[in-house]
C-alpha cells in the first residue's frame, strides 16, 4: 500500500491500545465520547437485560454527549460515516450517516432524516446494513472467497463515495469515515491473510491482495485528497483502528463446561416457525432438535454405544452441530460473546467473594497445550463504575492469544476445539491497533505509561486539535 506507507512517511505513526474488552461496540463507543467502557457499560452489541431477562441491543441512545455532538455544540461542522453505535442517529451540526447496528432498512438512520434518500440517489451503492448480508463465506470455494472480498470493496467503495459527495456540500471541520469491511475480511478470511496460519495459501493471498490492499490505498489516498480539498491550509488526516487482529487457532466452548458444572441449562434454538409463535413449540427444524435432546437424555444409560459405528458416528456429529441455546429460566449463568465473553450471573450468590474464588479458580484450571485457555478474569466490580452497573456484566472473561470462547451449552462439544475452515470467525480481535496522522507537524497525542496512546484518550486530543475546550 504505497500511500499509506507515504502517508505515514509524511507524519506520524503509533501502536494503539484498545479497551477492555477490545470488541467493536466497546471500543468505539470509547473512543466516541472519550470514555472507557467501565464507564459506559458498553461491552459487546448486546447486554442482558436484568429487569426482562432477555439480550437487548445497545444504541446510540445510552451514550452521553459524543466527539460529533461536542465539535457541534462549538460551532463546528462534521461529517460522521458509518460509525458503529451510532444509531438512532442524533443530531449534529453538518451530516450523520449510522454504522452496524441498524435494525432494518425500512429505519431512518441519517441526520438530517432526508439525508437517507439523497443518500440512496447520489449513491445507489451504499449498503446501509452494513454487513449483514455477509456473515458467510465458502472458505474451501476460490470463486466464492474472491467474490465475498469484491463484495467488501464494493461496500468500503460506497461509503467513500458518500464522503466525496458530502464533503464539498458540508465543509466540514471534522470528518470520520468508518471503512468496517476490512474487519469483516480479516474474521472470515485471517487463515489466507496470516503467512504463519496452516491455511496460508501463497496463490489465494495473492488474489485477495491484488483485489483488497490497492483498492484500500486508493480510497485513503481519495479521502485524504478530498478532505483537504475543502478544508483550510494546515488541516491533517488521521487513521486510526479500533484493534488489531490475531489467530482464532481454538475455542474453549464455555457453554460446554458451564452445563458440566450446572451452572446453565440448555434448550433447542426454536426453529422458524417456533420463532412465529413466541418460542412456544418447536418449528420446522426444532422439532429435530428436540429429538436431539432426548437422545442426549437417553444416552445417560448408554443406549448410544449400541449402535453401529458409522449410524455412531453420525448420531455424534449431529449432537455436536445441533443449535442449543441457554435456558435462563433454568440457568444460574447467562453468558454471551463470541471472543471475549460476559457472564451475568441470574443467581445471587454467585457474586460472593468465596463463589467468585471457586468459579476463577476452576476456569484456571481449564488448560489446553500446558497453558490456561482464559487468560483473566474481570469482575464487574471492579471494571464498570457504579451508574452502569445494571447494563454491564458480572464478569467478562479474556481469552488466552488465539483461543475464543464459546457459549452454546452443547455436551457433546469438546471442551477445546480447533477452529477449523467452518467457524465463522478465523481471526479475531488483538488489542494492539495503528494510529497514524499526515503531518510531523501535529502534536501527538496523550501517551500512558506504557508508551502507548490508548483509544480512549483521543477524543480529548481530537478536540484540542480543534482547539476546543469544553
Not at 491455511?199 to 479521502?223: G, N, T
Not at 467478562?396 to 469438546?414: H, K, M, Q, T
Request: one cysteine or more; glycine letters at 8%; aromatic letters at 8%.
Amino acid at each position: 500500500m504505497p500511500r499509506f506507507e507515504r502517508f505515514c512517511a509524511a507524519g506520524r505513526r503509533w501502536a494503539l491500545r484498545s479497551t477492555v474488552p477490545p470488541i467493536t461496540p466497546a471500543a468505539w463507543g470509547a473512543f466516541q465520547t472519550g470514555l472507557p467502557p467501565g464507564r459506559l457499560g458498553v461491552v459487546d452489541f448486546l447486554y442482558w437485560d436484568r429487569t426482562q431477562r432477555r439480550l437487548r441491543p445497545f444504541s446510540a441512545q445510552q451514550l452521553p454527549a459524543t466527539l460529533w455532538e461536542r465539535a457541534s455544540r462549538a460551532g463546528r461542522r462534521v461529517v460522521v460515516i458509518n460509525v458503529p453505535l451510532s444509531w438512532p442517529p442524533r443530531p449534529v451540526c453538518g451530516a450523520l450517516i449510522s454504522g452496524m447496528p441498524i435494525p432494518g432498512r425500512d429505519q431512518p438512520f441519517t441526520h438530517p432524516p432526508e439525508l437517507g434518500a439523497r443518500l440512496r440517489e447520489r449513491v445507489p451503492g451504499y449498503d446501509v446494513l452494513g454487513l449483514g448480508e455477509h456473515m458467510t463465506v465458502d472458505r474451501r470455494d476460490r470463486g466464492a472467497v474472491l467474490a465475498f472480498v469484491d463484495a467488501m470493496v464494493a461496500q468500503m467503495q460506497g461509503q467513500v463515495d458518500a464522503a466525496c459527495w458530502l464533503f464539498p456540500e458540508e465543509r466540514p471541520d471534522l470528518a470520520m469515515v468508518h471503512l468496517h469491511a476490512i474487519d469483516f475480511v480479516q474474521h472470515r478470511l485471517w487463515g489466507y491473510l496470516d503467512r504463519t496460519h496452516p491455511a496460508f495459501e501463497p496463490k489465494l493471498y495473492a488474489a485477495i491482495a491484488d483485489r483488497l490492499f490497492p483498492a484500500l490505498d486508493a480510497m485513503i489516498a481519495l479521502l485524504d485528497e478530498r478532505f483537504r480539498a475543502v478544508s483550510d491550509d494546515g488541516a491533517a488526516s488521521i487513521i486510526l483502528s479500533d484493534h488489531g487482529f490475531q489467530a482464532n487457532r481454538w475455542r474453549f466452548n464455555l457453554g460446554r463446561w458451564l452445563l458440566d458444572h450446572e451452572l446453565v441449562a440448555a434448550r433447542p434454538v426454536p426453529g422458524p416457525a417456533a420463532a412465529r409463535r413466541g418460542g412456544r413449540h418447536p418449528g420446522r427444524g426444532g422439532w429435530r432438535e428436540a429429538a436431539v435432546a432426548r437422545v442426549v437424555a437417553l444416552d445417560r444409560w448408554g443406549m448410544r454405544r449400541l449402535l453401529p459405528g458409522a449410524m455412531r458416528r453420525r448420531a455424534v456429529g449431529d449432537l455436536r452441530r445441533a443449535q442449543m441455546e441457554i435456558d435462563p429460566a433454568r440457568s444460574r449463568v447467562y453468558a454471551h460473546g463470541v471472543h471475549w465473553v460476559s457472564l451475568y450471573f441470574l443467581s445471587p450468590e454467585l457474586g460472593a467473594p468465596a463463589r467468585r474464588a471457586e468459579l476463577a479458580s476452576a476456569l484456571g484450571q481449564v488448560r489446553h497445550r500446558g497453558a490456561p485457555v482464559v487468560a483473566a478474569v474481570h469482575w464487574g466490580d471492579d471494571l464498570f463504575a457504579a451508574d452502569v452497573r445494571e447494563l454491564a456484566p458480572d464478569a467478562l472473561l479474556e481469552p488466552a492469544a488465539e483461543y475464543s470462547i464459546g457459549c452454546v451449552p452443547n455436551r457433546w462439544l469438546p471442551l477445546v476445539s480447533e477452529v477449523t475452515c467452518d467457524a465463522p470467525f478465523w481471526g479475531i480481535h488483538h488489542p494492539d491497533g495503528i494510529l497514524a496522522v499526515s503531518a510531523a507537524d501535529v502534536p501527538p497525542p496523550p501517551c500512558r505509561g506504557d508508551g502507548a496512546p490508548h483509544l480512549e484518550d483521543l477524543t480529548p486530543w481530537v478536540l484540542e486539535l480543534l482547539d476546543i475546550h469544553d
